[in-house]
């Protein structure tokens, strides 16, 4: 490992430069053009997933595999990819990341299948993997350490805000053009990227690259989470107590261990186990894994509230998502100089209160909530992530020994899109299971005509998701019963997801007490290569 004097002799200063290539600020500029797009993608389907699933018939599990994939993709190889980069140049994995991400969604957008989706997005999420650590990659290698923090942090606040700005960019996108176009804006803000890339990016390899990969590693991780989430996704179907469900769960749980052993074990291990002997680093991880939970997961349905349940246009699900997206905006830089100040772990206790004060609060709303108290709960997630999206890098990063920094900087963005892809699945569970429990009792309670079960069945999946499912030709009052039922059973498995997440933010905020600035934080922000 390099000293710090090393690496501090080793960092570039800001000092006058001929030509392109290299400079500081256009390669932050280069990298956030990039970083927008795939972060941008996170949360822009979640406003087109209505217009998919009427498109195309798509189930509530097909939904959902269309973000899952993308996140479980792109969680996954974040580790492996940060390696790729050590080894054969950031600016390379850079550039094949950024190429095969905007392919990929013009790609997507030519698809008219849901398995041509999923299986485009699984792409998408593996180039992404591939660009996110790049980036980070060449800003420390390109800014100073008295810059650099100021440049993560802008880069930092391109993340919050392309991830806020989403639901807004997709509203309009879906409502004036089509929910492709979605998918085709990546097409050119991707060659864009590639263009200034080739101009700007300079090369940087690690001095100690590694030699070989954690090839059994990687397979290992990648089925344990596959068969997690599956199981999750299909136990409604199934039954949580049915062999299959059953099965897919322990095999996960094998997996995860086999992993744990073989990473133990293994000479350049994918993810070295050492790291989590810090409880401020194993905190700040977890702590991230739940943010995301609650916050990705309860936003896929609240786009289904808002559009399906108050009949509001793409568009206007974006901006009543406005209050928080502003605070996102606001607070982002807000919470980097309060973080700078007093260190992260009271912003971050404060802000997953608020994030769980937040849940509960959305827990309570109806079909006829109003947008005032909508924008409330809104405005109050957007304050309380704030924090948290910004101080999770200094606490994971900082108590990292500087050898992993580029391993913990991976697995940063890896807790946070595994922690999404498991909300999105397990909150998915519970409002399918809410609606199924609920559903017969209201159907019998509004004198509609009897279904049978298999009917019943059916109707609860388009339910699950907001829709009535009114056959055509019913008479008006009849139809105008089912959508009350639909709508009412609905609100009720979402609310009962929200007060699941408030929960689960308020264990996250018992994780933030564990939290604090690193030793390492300073010296990792000179650190240009490691």
């Not at 999923?118 to 980036?135: D, E, I, N, S, Y």
């Not at 924008?375 to 992530?385: D, I």
Request: proline residues 5%; glycine residues 12%; hydrophobic residues 55%.
């Amino acid at each position: 490992m390099m000293s710090q004097t090393t690496v501090a002799d080793a960092t570039p200063d800001l000092g006058p430069r001929k030509g392109l290539r290299g400079h500081p600020w256009l390669t932050l500029l280069s990298v956030a053009i990039g970083v927008m797009m795939v972060t941008l993608d996170g949360t822009i389907v979640a406003v087109a997933n209505p217009a998919i699933q009427k498109d195309l018939g798509a189930s509530l599990a097909d939904v959902q595999w269309i973000t899952n994939s993308y996140l479980l993709a792109l969680a996954v190889a974040l580790i492996t990819a940060g390696k790729l980069g050590d080894r054969f140049g950031h600016r390379l994995t850079f550039l094949i990341g950024t190429t095969g991400f905007a392919a990929a969604s013009g790609a997507i957008a030519l698809s008219d299948t849901v398995s041509m989706i999923v299986g485009f997005r699984v792409l998408q999420g593996l180039c992404g993997a591939l660009l996110m650590p790049a980036a980070l990659g060449l800003l420390r290698a390109t800014f100073p350490a008295e810059k650099l923090n100021m440049a993560i942090g802008i880069w930092g606040m391109v993340i919050g805000v392309s991830t806020a700005g989403g639901p807004i960019l997709g509203g309009v996108l879906v409502e004036h053009v089509n929910w492709q176009s979605v998918f085709y804006v990546n097409v050119p803000v991707g060659v864009l990227a590639l263009v200034l890339g080739l101009v700007i990016l300079k090369d940087h390899r690690a001095e100690k690259a590694p030699k070989s990969f954690d090839l059994l590693g990687i397979v290992l991780l990648s089925g344990a989470m596959f068969c997690l989430v599956w199981a999750v996704i299909k136990a409604p179907t199934w039954q949580w107590g049915d062999s299959r469900t059953l099965t897919f769960l322990a095999v996960s749980l094998l997996a995860f261990v086999l992993f744990a052993v073989w990473e133990a074990r293994a000479r350049e291990p994918l993810l070295p186990l050492g790291l989590f002997r810090s409880v401020p680093l194993t905190a700040g991880t977890v702590l991230m894994v739940l943010m995301a939970f609650a916050f990705i997961g309860g936003l896929f349905f609240v786009t289904f509230y808002l559009q399906n349940v108050h009949g509001m246009s793409p568009v206007d699900s974006g901006l009543h998502l406005l209050p928080l997206t502003g605070l996102m905006i606001i607070g982002a830089p807000t919470a980097g100089a309060v973080i700078t100040r007093i260190g992260p772990r009271i912003p971050l206790v404060v802000g997953m209160l608020c994030t769980a004060a937040a849940c509960f609060g959305t827990s309570t709303l109806t079909t006829g909530s109003g947008t005032g108290i909508m924008s409330l709960w809104f405005a109050l997630f957007g304050l309380g992530l704030s924090p948290v999206m910004v101080g999770a890098t200094e606490v994971i990063v900082g108590n990292a020994p500087l050898r992993h920094a580029g391993v913990a900087g991976g697995l940063q963005q890896a807790a946070m899109q595994v922690g999404g892809s498991l909300g999105t699945a397990v909150l998915g569970a519970v409002v399918a299971a809410r609606v199924d429990h609920v559903l017969p009792g209201k159907w019998t309670g509004a004198g509609l005509p009897p279904v049978t079960h298999e009917q019943l069945s059916q109707g609860s999946d388009l339910i699950a998701i907001g829709i009535a499912p009114v056959p055509p030709g019913t008479p008006a009052p009849v139809a105008e019963k089912i959508s009350t039922v639909a709508h009412d059973t609905f609100v009720s498995g979402m609310s009962l997801s929200f007060t699941v997440a408030g929960v689960i933010a308020l264990v996250a905020a018992a994780f933030a007490l564990f939290t604090k600035r690193g030793a390492n934080a300073d010296a990792a922000a000179g650190a240009a290569m490691v």
